[in-house]
């Protein structure tokens, strides 16, 4: 008779499964919570203490770590010394091996109780896990309640051939890893402010992509909990690696307005357009304004619905990508035809961003990492006004719309607002001025009047030439951190132009 040892802290399912076990020959040998469920619901069970003959110790902490509990996993089967040993040992074989691990993750989230948070540290479970895993050509090992029908097919048809084990093997090693990554990330988040010697990056794979930035590089999209699996739906099209890094982008912009009509324009991870007007429609149509060339086969996200007249509307160029908070019918259908358009929805009323509290990049040989940066809640409003004239309502309205853009913009930048959205910006540049002189020559090659807009900058203007710059076009307000060694010349410039000059004393740098 084969043997089966399931001891499961997530039950559903484990009772259909088993009793399927069972119909196919399987002796069962479970613990605890399981044996009992299992045995209240007719299934011939029998408990790991009374086949170790070893009562359970210190309140549960030791159950399953006990010889003819590991030896049965671990020994080679087609090994003649390692059967002699076993039965010498009195070891009986165990086949099949389906565990799932204390909810560690679940209950730091449900207390701060560090002692409560301890006692669902999995032991025994990813003990078992991976002696099975180890022995995978002898012992299927389970830990995922989603293969537990496609392992009973398997047993079923006769086809648990070596691959199936393998898949099976690599999927516990994975969920061990995964496990104890995320223990000790959370002990260093706790005591070592989430610095400490080792950091794991831990993220489950969503979708494979076409290629990687080439077509010579493999690529795939990986989620560090379910945001894309709850929140990213492919309506037309497969996103490639490219799309994916530009929708980032331009969701992370389309959403910093909360449920304003705002609409983004993104190219090459780059804001290429924006504006919250007084619906979705005069948005875009602003927000193209900016720089109609660029936003050819760019990726346009959407806060909010995208109906059939906004969709007409777009469809009068070609983009590449929609992103929207909810696409209708019939504008899905203006684009049926179009067979090189990928448009995606979350399938909500308002776009929702995934902020996550790190970053890191990687670099030759290794990783950088850092908390997340943000626009804060209040930054503008707490920002110090420097200059003598203070900004309108209005034109603090469009500051706190450049802020935004400039802090999710590759820097060096520039941004330039005039009533809710962008009209010119210049990005990625090695000097300040350059960036200002871009983004206003190409304001005006596109016959854009900057007369009475407002200009936001990452950081700091080492010189006051971007302030004089800035006056040449009219600009009439301007936020950016301070903190130059010159920003006393900034100042005395903003204060001969009458203009409204802030200080919040926050970088936003973007390499």
Known sequence: MKKALLSVSDKEGIVEFSKELENLGFDLLSTGGTYNLLKQEGLKVQEVSDFTGQNELFEGRVKTLHPRIHGGILYKREDKAHEQEAKEQGIEAIDLVCVNLYPFKETTKRTDDFDEIVENIDIGGPCMLRAAAKNYKSVLVLCDKADYAEVLAALKEGRVDEKFRLALMIKAYEHS?????????????????????????????????????????????????????????????????????DINAALNLASSFDKEPAVAIIKHANPCGFAVKENLMQSYIQALKCDPVSAYGGVVAINGALDEALALKINEIYVEVIIAASVDKRALEVFENKKRIKIFTQESKFLNPAYDDFDFKHIGGGFVYQSS???????????SLKSTRAASKEEFKDLEIALKIAALTKSNNVVYVKDSAMLAIGMGMTSRIDAAKVAIAKAKDLGLDLQGCVLASEAFFPFRDSIDEASKVGVKAIVEPGGSIRDDEVIQAANEHGMALYFTGVRHFLH
């Not at 990554?181 to 794991?200: C, E, Q």
């Not at 080439?214 to 099209?237: C, R, T, V, W």
């Not at 940066?373 to 920002?383: F, H, I």
Request: charged fraction near 30%.
């Open 177 to 245: 890893a995964n496990y104890d990554s995320f223990i000790a990330n959370y002990l260093n988040d706790r005591f070592n402010k989430g610095f400490g010697t080792r950091k794991f990056i831990i993220g489950r794979k969503v979708f494979d992509t076409k290629y990687g930035e080439n077509p010579h590089q493999q690529g795939a999209l990986y989620e560090f909990e379910d945001f894309f699996s709850k929140h990213f739906k492919a309506l037309k099209g497969e996103a490639s690696f490219n799309n994916l890094t």
């Open 373 to 383: 940066d943000k626009v804060g809640l209040n930054e503008l409003k707490e920002a």
